[in-house]
Nanobody
Framework: VQLQAYGGGLVQAGGSLKLSCAAS????????MGWFRQAPGEEREFVAA????????YYADSVKGRFLISRDNAKNTVWLQMHNLKPDDTAVYYC????????????????????WGHGTLVTVSS
């Protein structure tokens, strides 16, 4: 599966932005999906994840209550709705796909994901 994240941009602190991840090549319904981000000079970190059917979602503590991950398998798309953005949210955001049955265990680990898209840059100004 090929993944393409888009929707990044420049937003003021307190604003909102919605990222999209479009899948092609194989149906996205076959995969659990995750969002990660990497700030300048930092390691890539987990943001949010969602199971194949969308029944279960996971969030990093730093974004819980502000970000919402969702998916529409019929549209082969996963979204990350971000509210109340902070300067610390500035990063390149990546979407990733996971085929594993162990997703519930390793959903927040980069090594658990099989496919990655190119990132989209989110910049939050103070």
């Amino acid at each position: 599966v090929q993944l393409q994240a888009y929707g990044g941009g420049l937003v003021q602190a307190g604003g909102s932005l919605k990222l999209s991840c479009a899948a092609s090549g194989r149906p996205v319904r076959k995969y659990h999906m995750g969002w990660f981000r990497q700030a300048p000079g930092e390691e890539r970190e987990f943001v949010a994840a969602i199971t194949q059917t969308g029944a279960t979602t996971y969030y990093a503590d730093s974004v819980k209550g502000r970000f919402l991950i969702s998916r529409d398998n019929a549209k082969n798309t996963v979204w990350l709705q971000m509210h109340n953005l902070k300067p610390d949210d500035t990063a390149v955001y990546y979407c990733a796909a996971d085929r594993s049955d162990l997703f519930r265990i390793h959903h927040n680990s980069q090594s658990g994901y099989d496919y990655w898209g190119h990132g989209t840059l989110v910049t939050v100004s103070s």
